[in-house]
């Protein structure tokens, strides 16, 4: 019964309650023919300890960190968490909490959402943000559906160096609902090609991720001129939200709405989840906004208090009002970033952001010098687009054995860019750590 919270005599009084005589009763609405009456094909039990040395020998097979080096990003970066981070995070107060769905019993989870949302409208230049979402990509598709709302248009364009992942999502979210998506292309230097736009009609939205997925950094500024003479939102992409630390915000480039990842703000990479979607606008464009928006106000003993002031989502209104049928919060995501934002302080944020740039800069001009071609010369922050000689999988083999990780392979995503290779360098990996990489890159 270790597992199983009900004792037997339970199961009898649950039985008899609701008129049956034994378990098998209990289900026998269902067909014969659909129900499976042999028994489990299980391994034997094993012991807490044998188990425990079962799941770490299957840990083993995997590339993890600190043991491999790896160079690669791609929307998923490795950073040092604070230990603050990680302790506060850890509290029950905390790690068991959900999403507040009596707000009056939910003070400290209001907020501390409250709390990120600030964070992050700063962050990113904006005058609010959402109380979070799934992740990136959902919080891009998101947003161009805002932008639908908004321009009561059709069609939105998205560049082509947004992550290809997140654009596989948003056609996943577009595709049952009769608006279109165009597809921007890439100039020589890495950059969105925005005369493409010049034969969009009808268009809602423009979408742009910076640093995109090569690494490089675009011109925000002048995005957003090209859809506002549309009369187009122009929606900022990220996924890579350090790079803000550095970089100008979406807002002060005349982004409408800045959405993306947040897994860089203190959240572990966990082998691809959890993550952390962050999505911010200008004010007027509240009530189109998915999802809840957490508030602050007085009770009737003026004590301050925080309210869900906004929740448009489909648990919480009609259906048919509401602005999305999927997003939800992160909460403990979001409460991860928050305690990363003010642990870590925006002179902080500056500091590692310009680190990662650095870092970035140092391994690509070793490489350069070493012979191998940097393949777009547009600014960086902490990726790269790198050229190796044709067989150069033979290699990227080899290494992983050496346990080193030499980058994402852009082929399967850019058929043009065969024996390309995108590299990644954060404030985690060092000095020795990326002379040895050239060394066996180029040996």
Not at 55 to 81: C, D, R, T
Not at 399 to 424: D, F, M, Q, R, S
């Amino acid at each position: 019964m270790r597992y199983l919270p009900h004792t037997s005599e339970e199961i009898a009084s649950m039985l008899e309650a609701v008129g049956v005589d034994d378990l098998d009763s209990l289900f026998s609405t269902v067909p014969e023919e659909c129900r499976f009456s042999a028994d489990l094909d299980l391994p034997e039990s094993l012991t807490e300890w044998d188990l425990n040395a079962h799941m770490q020998a299957l840990a083993n097979k995997m590339a993890v960190s600190p043991e491999y080096k790896v160079f690669m990003g791609a929307g998923s970066y490795e950073h040092f968490v604070p230990a603050s981070v990680s302790y506060l995070l850890g509290r029950s107060e905390f790690v068991t909490s959900y999403t507040p769905y009596q707000p009056e019993m939910s003070q400290g989870t209001l907020q501390a959402i409250y709390e990120y949302q600030t964070l992050t409208a700063r962050l990113l230049g904006m005058e609010i943000a959402t109380a979070s979402h799934y992740d990136g990509a959902t919080a891009l598709a998101e947003s161009l559906l805002i932008a639908i709302r908004v321009t009561k248009r059709k069609r939105v364009a998205v560049s082509s160096l947004i992550h290809p992942l997140y654009r596989r999502v948003v056609h996943t979210y577009f595709e049952p609902t009769g608006y279109e998506v165009v597809e921007l292309g890439y100039l020589e230097n890495g950059v969105t090609d925005l005369t493409d736009l010049d034969n969009v009609e009808d268009l809602a939205g423009v979408a742009v991720q910076s640093p995109n997925f090569f690494g490089c950094i675009e011109n925000f500024q002048a995005v957003g001129e090209k859809a506002h003479d549309r009369q187009a939102l122009f929606v900022a992409s990220f996924t890579e939200a350090l790079s803000y630390g550095l970089l100008k915000s979406p807002g002060s480039q005349g982004a409408d709405i800045a959405c993306g990842e947040g897994q860089s703000m203190g959240i572990p990479q966990t082998f691809g989840g959890p993550a952390l979607g962050m999505l911010a606008s200008r004010k007027k464009y509240m009530r189109s906004l998915p999802g809840r928006l957490v508030g602050q106000t007085k009770d009737l003993d003026g004590k301050r208090g925080f309210v869900l002031t906004l929740a448009t989502r489909e648990q919480h209104i009609r259906r048919e009002k509401a602005t999305s049928n999927i997003c939800t919060n992160n909460s403990l995501c979001a409460l991860a970033a928050a305690m990363y934002m003010a642990s870590v302080g925006g002179t902080g944020i500056r500091e590692l952001a310009r680190l990662n740039h650095d870092k970035a800069e140092y391994l690509k001009k070793e490489l350069k010098s070493a012979g191998l071609a940097i393949t777009f010369d547009s600014p960086t922050f902490n990726e790269f687009v790198v050229e190796f000689p044709t067989g150069f999988q033979t290699t990227h083999e080899r290494l992983l054995e050496k346990k080193i990780v030499a980058g994402l392979p852009l082929a399967p995503y850019y058929p043009e860019l065969a024996n390309h290779y995108l590299l990644c360098v954060t404030e985690t990996r060092s000095k020795e750590d990326m002379d040895a990489f050239v060394r066996e890159v180029t040996s």
